[in-house]
């Protein structure tokens, strides 16, 4: 299985920066794109940012010059700089990686989510 490890959450006030990191680890052959996911209560869950193993990358408006997700393909790992954030950023933080074990099988997995705490 490939399982997904999220650090870098926490509580931090509006305008200031965190950054989460998400290593992915298992019997992984490639990893072709990974991404970060966030769900605030009440809302549904939002694409953030994603980045193919490239470095092409997509952003949500609400985040873009705001936010930066890079990767480093030998560690299997993708970040997410967050920068200026905003209370509206507050959510539950997720990261996900698609790609194929090294059976050749493909796989999508997902973190098990950080908390991402913006006051005012």
């Known amino acids: 299985q490939v399982q997904l490890a999220e650090s870098g959450g926490g509580l931090v006030q509006a305008g200031g920066s965190l950054r989460l990191s998400c290593a992915a680890s298992?019997?992984?052959?490639?990893?072709?794109?990974m991404g970060w996911y966030r769900q605030a209560p009440g809302k549904q869950r939002e694409l953030v940012a994603v980045?193919?193993?490239?470095?092409?990358?997509n952003y949500a408006d609400s985040v873009k010059g705001r936010f930066t997700i890079s990767r480093d393909n030998a560690k299997n790992t993708a970040y997410l700089q967050m920068n200026s954030l905003k209370p509206e950023d507050t959510a539950v933080y997720y990261c996900?990686?698609?790609?194929?074990?090294?059976?050749?099988?493909?796989?999508?997995?997902w973190g098990q989510g950080t908390q991402v705490t913006v006051s005012s």
């Open positions: 996900n990686a698609d790609g194929r074990k090294a059976s050749l099988a493909p796989f999508t997995s």
């Open positions: 298992g019997s992984i052959l490639i990893i072709n794109s």
């Open positions: 980045i193919g193993r490239g470095g092409s990358t």
